[in-house]
């Protein structure tokens, strides 16, 4: 969707190096979410948030770090980046009340070497 | 434990034959259901979601879905499908009682069409 931009859409790093992931928003929708997309997993909520300066554990939280001080922006930082977080990150943005339809940014292809 | 379960990892079809996926999802509660579609290189997009009312949904690109509240399912089906559905297609539910928006992804599966 046009509304939803992520930055890098292609990294390469390496390991123990800190990563920062950015996803916008042109509108002012409240809930943002972080996926990982891995075979043979589907898609795995990392993080999400309900608006600004409110972030909460998804499924696989681990290694990653959240903050959340403008409502369009929901950066996703790998503090220590290990092979095991190589995958495709995909950022989301739901316009409801937390049930409704998410909308899905282009992703980023992260390789952790 | 709340979870979605697609029964076909990888379906090979021929132009022209008919489609159905399968998704099951075991979750406490009222819920609402999502099929996403991913084509080759790009974002997740969504084809059709249940909400509530007429169980039978129709979605994009002559795409529905028939909810079945009794067997847990929300099975995906197409009656002739095209060489460009060629695709990876996901099936999501969330908690409809949730604020959370935490939506639970099946594991995918992956269609390809022979022209």
């Known amino acids: 969707d046009a509304g939803i931009t992520q930055s890098p859409r292609y990294k390469i790093t390496e390991t123990g190096r800190q990563v920062t992931l950015m996803c916008h928003q042109t509108?002012?929708?409240?809930?943002m979410f972080w996926y990982r997309q891995d075979l043979g997993h589907g898609l795995r909520l990392i993080y999400y948030s309900a608006a600004a300066d409110i972030t909460d554990k998804g499924e696989v939280p681990d290694g990653y770090v959240v903050s959340r001080s403008k409502t369009e922006n929901f950066p996703l930082t790998l503090e220590s980046a290990t092979r095991s977080q190589t995958s495709v990150y995909f950022c989301?943005?739901?316009?409801?009340?937390?049930?409704?339809?998410?909308?899905f940014g282009p992703g980023t292809r992260l390789t952790v070497l | 434990a709340q979870s979605v379960s697609q029964h076909n990892h990888h379906v090979i079809l021929s132009e022209a034959a008919s489609l159905e996926l399968g998704c099951n999802y075991s979750?406490?509660?009222?819920?609402?259901l999502f099929w996403y579609v991913q084509y080759p290189g790009q974002h997740l997009q969504l084809l059709l979601k249940y909400f509530s009312g007429d169980p039978l949904v129709k979605g994009i690109k002559g795409f529905e879905a028939e909810f079945i509240k009794s067997k847990f399912s929300f099975n995906l089906r197409k009656p002739s499908v095209q060489w460009s559905d060629t695709a990876e297609y996901f099936c999501a539910v969330n908690g409809r009682s949730s604020n959370t928006g935490k939506l639970i992804f099946g594991q995918g599966t992956t269609l390809q069409v022979k022209p």
């Open positions: 509108w002012s929708h409240s809930y």
């Open positions: 989301a943005i739901e316009a409801g009340g937390g049930t409704d339809t998410q909308y």
């Open positions: 979750y406490g509660g009222t819920v609402n």
